[in-house]
């Protein structure tokens, strides 16, 4: 079946703009999750949903991030006022359910970022 | 917290030869711990978890790893090493103290095999 999807899959931005990065889980999963891949600091959490729960927004590195997640399905992540550390792969995965101890976590290919 | 280290940036072998990619971690519990391999371009594939059952995990691809609660070790093994193996490991830590979904990943393993 169909994978984790994310779309665009590269995207050059000024400094200072917003970008929007789109991901589209597999269907029936109900976990929904983003990283952030960059040299610097290699793979971090950024946000995780969970069914109609309130996110968990632990890992946003300042209020330039968010999320939504949209009738418990696509998600999107957004980024205002572009830096150039911002600059970084922006992986989504989803999973069956929630519980990383029980449930794989299937990750899609990633959205390369680049801010000039 | 939990925490994993990944000993070796870079391993390289050559092909048929055997494969160790070290991973040592820490955790106040029992810990569920996996490993990811990254092709380049290409999005992030489990190859094993360890969640408290067998302590010796096969995965795919002929890779396997032993949790060794004594030495807080999950080391990733395979025999043989083939062409294709070549890619970026990723350890990785089931996080207690974060969120239901949180990973924990070490900084990788760049494994090289040559002809």
């Known amino acids: 079946g169909a994978g984790v999807s994310q779309s665009p899959s590269n995207k050059v931005t000024e400094k200072g703009k917003d970008v929007e990065l789109r991901c589209d889980p597999i269907s029936g999963h109900t976990a929904l999750y983003w990283y952030r891949q960059s040299l610097g600091q290699g793979l971090e959490f950024l946000i995780y949903?969970?069914?109609?729960?309130?996110?968990?927004k632990s890992g946003l590195p300042s209020d330039r991030f968010s999320a939504e997640r949209t009738g418990g399905s696509v998600s999107t992540l957004t980024i205002q006022r572009t830096q150039q550390e911002d600059s970084a792969v922006y992986l989504c995965?989803?999973?069956?359910?929630?519980?990383?101890?029980?449930?794989?976590?299937?990750f899609g290919p990633g959205t390369r970022l680049l801010v000039l | 917290a939990q925490s994993v280290t990944q000993l070796d940036s870079h391993v390289s072998v050559s092909e048929g030869t055997p494969v160790l990619l070290r991973c040592n971690y820490s955790s106040s519990y029992s810990p569920s711990l996996f490993w990811y391999v990254q092709h380049p371009n290409k999005g992030l594939q489990l190859l094993l978890k360890?969640?408290?059952?067998?302590?010796l995990v096969k995965g795919i691809n002929g890779f396997e790893a032993e949790f060794k609660k004594s030495e807080t070790s999950f080391h990733l093994t395979k025999p043989s090493a083939h062409m294709s193996d070549a890619a970026e490991y990723f350890c990785?830590?089931?996080?207690?103290?974060?969120?239901?979904?949180?990973?924990?990943f070490g900084k990788g393993t760049k494994l090289s095999v040559k002809p």
């Open positions: 949903f969970q069914g109609n729960s309130a996110p968990d």
């Open positions: 995965a989803s999973s069956k359910t929630a519980g990383v101890f029980q449930e794989t976590q299937y």
């Open positions: 990785v830590v089931g996080n207690y103290g974060g969120s239901q979904g949180n990973l924990i």
């Open positions: 360890y969640t408290s059952a067998a302590t």
